[in-house]
């Protein structure tokens, strides 16, 4: 994990009042109690790491990594982080385990180049410009994107997600519309000609090399 020298590292407490507020802005009644609760795993008493919090105006050089494995700051372990304002990360939000990870607010802007998900709760306030691929995975996990999204695709596949403003992407929700519509078609079949059960490694594999995986008619959100 990168360290931050302009961070500072808060309890639970005083995360949870910080982001009541500026989460009410977009959810409200339980479903903001859920997701400050079960996403961000703040009730959890038993956790006693903190929440990093950083200033607006952030860069971070390199990869974002939202792994518990990863996640210490000057030898203390958190639990998420909260930008309070824009975030600029200069690589890719790397979240490799399927089954959870320190969650990431962003209350402004987030620029990234890729984002790559698994079990993480993810929620962006302001407007996510990423100049390349969101692709999320697996039910543990939780994607936010309430000020707009700019970004070659968004893929989901079995998460939950909410988008809310004007999309600038291609947009494929696994499960929901046509993969053979989208991505080309020999990430679809075998040589056998059986259709691949999971797409998740061969995806993460090419989105990380840069290698093409949408067809070139594949339909796209437009503002």
Known sequence: MTMFSTATLVSTEDARSRLTPALAQHMRGADLEVMLDRELML??????????????????DGDLLLDFETAIHRGQGFRGIVALGALEVRGDILNTNC???????????????HIIKGGA???????????????????????????????????????????AGPIDAIRLV????????????????????????DL???????IKAGVPIFRTDAPRSVP
């Open 43 to 60: 009730d959890d008493a038993t956790d006693r790491s903190g929440v990093l919090v950083l200033p607006g105006g952030v860069a971070i």
């Open 99 to 113: 089954d959870g990870g320190p969650f990431l607010v962003v209350l402004g802007p987030l620029t990234v180049r």
């Open 121 to 163: 709760a993810v929620a962006v306030a302001g407007p996510l410009a990423s100049s390349g691929t969101i692709y999320c995975a697996y039910n543990h996990g939780s994607f936010r994107a309430w000020g707009g999204l700019k970004a070659e695709a968004i893929i989901v596949d079995d998460h939950l997600f909410e988008l």
């Open 174 to 197: 696994l499960g929901e519309e046509d993969p053979f519509a989208y991505l080309l078609p020999e990430l679809l079949w075998e040589e056998e000609g059986v259709p691949m059960d």
């Open 200 to 206: 998740g490694d061969e995806l993460i594999a090419r």
